[in-house]
């Protein structure tokens, strides 16, 4: 074995935020394996891929990566060198989607950056993420270099991957790469992040945008992109120290026969790192438990599942208010209405959405979307409307006594009242607001004459 200057900690350049998050390395991975089973024999973890699998951008892929080095650690599974190819391909499968990611942000902008990294920073006790990121090339870089050193057995290379953290003592050290791992980790779990309101980082995130737009369903789709780079940069993180843990593991079960093949500087640099392996698979199940485990509150998984299962359709009004509706609507057509048309207003009026709220909504659609009807917003933020017929329209305001006028009738005077109705049409691509003819009210016989056909339709309450 060459002698080797080993040291724990990786001292690095701090990148910019932004340039590290969008950092895009030389190599792009083909698809991983897929899984092989049960993360860890626990189904719970599987579930905690899952998430991951089904939620981040390249999920699939990456769920086949992290299966296979998650199942290493409980069985007889791929070499360290195995393992390391698929941690490469893990990273090169994860900067391609840090890139993407970048391309479909809405309004990026480095204050948003910036502002959502001040956050992670007070809250995770300092552990920013481009000293984590940097830290973590290194060290990956260092894995690969062990690795492919053909001069050294891979006992020798478990031993010097298992150096880049050091033994169990080390491992609550602020200046150890795993330290950083874990306060990163607490941070995606809220076990370290919480601010005034007691919101975890992915609420913090969500409300950003939440306050821009009307619907849950914008802020979610404005926000992926933020909380999936973050993932990715944990997963990244959970990579590059499971093989160090892989690699302490090894070392830990070194048999006497293993010693006595070590040289004086290679058994030197062994009991610098020699760990139980009780308190190693100890170490494993926690940092999987934490990472995946959907069933604790307080893993990684389970938070960005919670976020990830939100309801797209809350009316927030940029924050203003929170009112969770259905998918469907409420219609109703006025000529159907027999007796008294002022009937279906009065049940329109009485939808989860006042006057005001509609009127908002227009206008925002209006400004935000230009050219496009409310039909075409709601289907995109995920009400159905397939039997909302053509020029349905919401009401939008009181009614309007427009005219009046009397006249005798069979020696009898009668008064007639027309009231119209703000109203818009979902089909109307100009979201403009009209006063559309309601009906006719007849006094002195109490009768209502509708003067519309139109479908009048509203939100109802989940």
């Known amino acids: 074995m060459k002698k080797r200057t080993l040291k724990i900690r990786i001292i690095a350049t701090v990148l910019s935020v932004v340039t590290i998050l969008s950092v895009t390395t030389a190599s792009t991975a083909s698809a991983a394996a897929a899984s092989t089973g049960d993360v860890a024999g626990d189904v719970a973890y599987a579930a905690g891929i899952g998430i991951i699998r089904q939620y981040a951008p390249g999920g699939q892929a990456i769920a086949g990566v992290l299966d296979t080095i998650i199942n290493s650690f409980t069985q007889q599974g791929p070499s360290l060198s195995d393992i390391s190819n698929d941690i490469s391909a893990l990273r090169g499968e994860i900067s391609t989607q840090f890139a993407d990611i970048k391309n479909q942000m809405k309004d990026y902008s480095e204050a948003i950056e910036n502002k959502i990294v001040d956050q992670t920073v007070i809250a995770g006790k300092g552990v920013?993420?481009?000293?984590?990121?940097?830290?973590?090339?290194?060290?990956?870089?260092?894995i690969s270099n062990i690795n492919r050193d053909s001069s050294i057995n891979d006992k020798e290379k478990a031993v010097e991957i298992a150096c880049l953290i050091g033994k169990n003592s080390d491992w609550n050290k602020t200046s150890n790469l795993y330290y950083g791992y874990q306060d990163f980790m607490n941070t995606l779990s809220s076990s370290s992040f919480a601010d005034q309101k007691d919101r975890d980082l992915y609420q913090v995130v969500y409300s950003d945008f939440a306050s821009k737009v009307m619907f849950s369903g914008e802020a979610l789709d404005q926000?992926?992109?933020?909380?999936?780079?973050?993932?990715l940069l944990g997963l990244y993180a959970y990579s590059v120290n499971s093989q160090c843990l892989k690699a302490a593991q090894t070392v830990s079960q070194f048999t006497a026969e293993d010693e006595k093949m070590l040289n004086a500087d290679e058994l030197r640099n062994y009991y610098s790192v020699k760990s139980l392996t009780g308190i190693v698979n100890g170490e494993i199940n926690h940092m999987n438990s934490k990472m995946f485990d959907t069933s604790r509150t307080d893993s990684v998984a389970a938070h960005y599942n919670n976020y990830k299962s939100m309801s797209r359709l809350v009316f927030l009004n940029k924050n203003t208010v929170s009112k969770e509706l259905t998918a469907s609507m409420t219609a109703g057509n006025l000529s159907n209405i027999a007796n008294n048309p002022n009937n279906l207003f009065n049940i329109m009026d009485k939808g989860a959405l006042n006057h005001k709220e509609l009127s908002d909504l227009a206008a925002y659609v209006k400004s935000a979307y230009n050219g496009k009807t409310l039909r075409d917003y709601l289907t995109y933020v995920g009400f159905d409307l397939t039997n909302v017929p053509k020029d349905a329209r919401f009401v939008v305001g009181d009614e309007i006594w427009v005219t009046t006028e009397g006249y005798i009738e069979d020696f009898k005077i009668v008064m007639k009242k027309v009231f119209d109705r703000p109203e818009i049409s979902i089909d109307d691509g100009s979201c403009n607001i009209t006063n559309r003819p309601g009906y006719w009210q007849i006094y002195y016989e109490y009768v209502f004459e509708p003067r519309s056909s139109d479908v009048i339709i509203c939100f109802n309450k989940a």
Do not use: C, H, W
């Open 223 to 231: 926000s992926n992109p933020y909380i999936d780079r973050v993932m």
């Open 128 to 142: 920013g993420f481009d000293k984590l990121m940097t830290e973590l090339q290194a060290t990956d870089r260092q």
